[in-house]
Structures are given as C-alpha cells and as structure tokens.
C-alpha cells in the first residue's frame, strides 16, 4: 500500500485449504466478483511460466478469507476446465465481461512452446504465436468453449486489454511472427443471451503500437497507458488518455511526465497497477554500483488532479534474489506484476509497529515451518535447493493423518524423487510416519507353497528304504 509516499508491505500467507501456487511469470490475471452481492472478489490467475521453465494451462482462483491490520491470508484453488481448454500459454490477457445478469471469462493471445513433434534440442524452448482464438471461460461450471472470428488474424501477446460491462478494448501487442508491433484496436463484444453465447468483433481505427504497457484506471469511465515499448530495445515514452463513452473510445496522448535520467536511460522498466490512478515503476540500478542487483522504483500518478505531478522515488530499494546467469533473460520487460484496489488495506491506519499478539500460529503453514525434529531450514534463507523452485525451500505434502507439510531437503528427497512423487497420484510419507503407514497397510496374501513329497530312496544290492 502506498501511504504518504510511502510503501507499505503487509504479510501475506495462504490457508490450510489452499492449493499450491507456484510463482509464475507472465500469467494472465484479472479481478472476478459474482453474482451475489455477498460474494467476496476474486482473483483470478491463468497461463504463465513455472519455475522449471514449463507453461502453465491452469487456472487459480484467489480470495481474501482474512484480513487485520497485520497481515492478509489468502484461499488458492484451482479450476478444472473442460471442452475447448485454452493451451499452455504466457503473455496473454484474461478478462471478466457480464451480460444479462451473466459472467463470463475472456482469454486472448500469449505465446506457447512449439508443438512437441518439432521441438528438439535446439529449439526445445523456442516460442510462437497461440492462434488468434478467442476463449470464453464459465467460472461457475468450468466450461471453455473457443471462438474463431475472422477479424483477428494474427496471434499477439504482451497486449493491453481493456474490459468494461460486456466488451473488452484490445490494444497494441507484439506479433511474434512478423516481429512487428502493429497499433490494433479490437473491440471484442460478448453476449451471453438463454441460449448459446454471441461474440463478434470489429477492427477500430486510431489503435496504438505498444507491448508490455501498463494500466490504470483513473474514473469510471478513463484509464491511462504507461510504459511498454515501441521496438525492441527502445521504450514507449508517451502515456495515453483512454476515454470510454458508450460504444466509442478515444485515444489522446497525455502530457509526458518529467520522467528521471535514471529512467530514461534505462534500457529495461517493469511494473504494475496500484489502484487509484498510480503506478508503480521498478527499473534496475547501475551495474557500476557496489550492489550491481539493486533495483529502484517510483510511483507515478495519473489521476487528473495529480497530471503534472513528477513520480517519486523511494529511498528504500529492493535486491534480486536471482543469480542473473540462471535466470532467463527479460522478455517484454513483464518481471513482476501485481493488483491493488483503491481500498486494499482498509482504514486509515498509520504505520504500525510489529506486534507478537497479532500474529497467528504458522508452526503448521506455509514455508516458514519445522516439519521434522531434525529440521535445519532457516526461514530467513531465501535460496532454492531444487531448480523446480526460485526462492523457496522445495516441500512435500505427507499423507498421513490430516496430513502436513516437510521439506524435500529434511527428507532427503533427489530432485527426481521429488518430481516423480509430484507428478504422480501415489501418497507419499515423510520419515518418521512411513513405518506407521506401512503397519497399516494390509499385507498381501501368500498363497502356501505347495511342497512335492519325497520319494522313498533304494539303496542298490539292498531292500532297505533309507
């Protein structure tokens, strides 16, 4: 949260009942409220790239199910799709459109590994276009049924989309095909009448050439486009004004922030969304420095009484935890990303102090655990032990009983081990419960050996049986 010009982080932990999330990159993400007004918002999480470099076809659904003044704990669970199942895929878009009282998921564009018949050696890990269907995905059901519309004919990725009631703006991408940025503009309509649902979309003059840009919403009826980039190695300098009207948008560039040297020299900028008209920009520090893995960030505000205000910096600054020769390399500047209401901290709360009492009992959640009497991982260590994860000790979930979480390192457990036991459906316990597990397991049933009887032995030249 940003107070003051201040940021403010809160703990963030996940429930017993939550599946696990992997850390994704370049996942699709959008906010989801149901019908009822009852129901809570959502988050809901799509695609992306896993920590061993696979993509991801899932999707999760977030939900606050606690909040205080110390910290924010989450429900993750995952969504099983049926039908048309949108492919593996990063770089695309997710969006919510509502129609006649109805929900609905739209997903477009993104990237996705060739198919596994051409892919060798060589081009194990090379990329193409997804085919330019449009995806609408029922939340409630799980159904996915695929559209092809004869007005998209290219398949993009690192777009900007836009949605409002029951059309989505598609704007700018990158064509990984043609290697060109071409300045789209779609307007994408859904209807979700009784029956089967109408979608139709109409190419509109006036588009933008941008990937990778930034969103934010300034009014009910304005957002504005920050950051991105115009050609490869050059950033997009200029922010647009996007006003929406009934059915037609316009698109007017906005005076351009006085942005920092430091900015404008940097090759590469990332960020995301912090509600309320502002946005948050990360760029990497000077490799000349003593700390060469420093990363500095500004806010800068676009709501319309703070236009010409110049973005501020903090004085704190954030180091990589990645060693830069494993990671792999920026693609489309989308390093990180992350979603905030104008409200997401509620009250108006100074910055408080730590306090012991606030705190729940976490000895049996999350990471941050002793899953063992032997156990010897250090909560303040943030280096991984597998290659399957980037930051966090590998864990694995013991069935015995109600079941509870151990590291593979406690354990133990070959990084092969540990794939096989994840990918399989088989159950799995941890060293001091696998001989109880194994007493309860009913032991196979031997059938008697069936012995031959022994023929009497004649001793030649005599008649006695021996």
């Known amino acids: 949260d940003i107070k003051h010009n201040h940021l403010k982080l809160k703990p963030a932990v996940f429930s017993k009942d939550s599946c696990y999330l992997p850390p994704l990159r370049y996942p699709a993400t959008c906010t989801f409220k149901g019908g009822l007004e009852s129901e809570k918002q959502q988050y809901i999480i799509h695609g992306g790239k896993t920590p061993n470099n696979e993509l ?3 999707i999760y659904v977030m939900s606050v199910v606690c909040k205080n003044n110390k910290k924010v704990t989450f429900r993750c669970t995952e969504k099983d799709l049926v ?14 459109v509502y129609s006649r009282g109805k929900s609905m998921g739209v997903v477009f564009g993104g990237r996705s590994y060739i198919p596994s018949a051409q892919r060798t050696t060589e081009k194990w890990n090379s990329v193409a276009d997804c085919l330019p269907h449009i995806f609408l995905v029922d939340f409630e059901f799980g159904c996915s049924t ?9 398949g993009l990725s690192f777009h900007v989309s836009i949605a409002r009631n029951d059309t989505i703006y598609i704007l700018g991408g990158h064509s990984l095909a043609n ?3 071409p300045a789209n503009l779609y307007r994408i309509r859904v209807d979700l009448p009784l029956g089967s649902p109408a979608v139709n979309c109409t190419v509109l003059p006036g588009g933008i050439s941008v990937s990778s840009a930034i969103l934010t919403q300034t009014n009910s009826d304005e957002f504005v486009i920050v950051g991105g980039y115009q050609l490869e190695n050059q950033k997009r300098m200029v922010c647009n004004i996007i006003s929406l009207e009934g059915n037609k948008i316009e698109i007017r560039e906005m005076e351009t922030p006085d942005w920092t040297p430091d900015i404008k020299h940097s090759k590469i900028w990332f960020g995301s969304n912090m509600g309320n008209g502002s946005v948050f920009l990360g760029i990497p520090g000077d490799n000349k420095q003593a700390v060469s893995e420093t990363f500095y960030f500004y806010m800068l505000k676009c709501a319309e009484d703070d236009v010409n205000e110049d973005q501020k910096t903090f004085t704190n600054s954030q180091t990589s935890t990645e060693d830069p020769g494993d990671s792999t390399p920026f693609e489309d500047s989308e390093e990180f990303c992350f979603s905030a209401e104008a409200n997401s901290f509620d009250g108006d709360d100074e910055f408080d102090t730590y306090n012991e ?3 729940e009992d976490e000895s049996v959640t999350g990471y941050w655990i002793t899953c063992c009497s032997t156990c010897d991982v250090d909560i303040n260590t943030w280096v991984p032990f597998y290659s399957t994860e980037l930051n966090k000790p590998a864990m694995i979930y013991c069935s015995h009983g109600d079941g509870h979480w151990v590291h593979a390192q406690c354990m133990d457990l070959a990084e092969r081990t540990l794939i096989q036991l994840s990918e399989g459906s088989s159950k799995y316990y941890c060293n001091e419960h696998v ?3 194994r007493a309860l397991q009913t032991p196979k049933r031997v059938l008697p050996l069936k012995k031959p009887p022994l023929k009497p032995l004649h001793k030649k030249g005599s008649g006695k049986i021996l």
């Open 83 to 96: 039908g048309d199942v949108p492919e593996a895929r990063y770089g695309h878009s997710i969006d919510v």
């Open 146 to 154: 695929s559209y092809i519309l004869p007005e998209l004919q290219d």
């Open 435 to 437: 001989k109880i597990a």
């Open 357 to 359: 009492d606030d705190e």
């Open 56 to 58: 991801s076809d899932k």
């Open 179 to 181: 290697n060109i940025r």
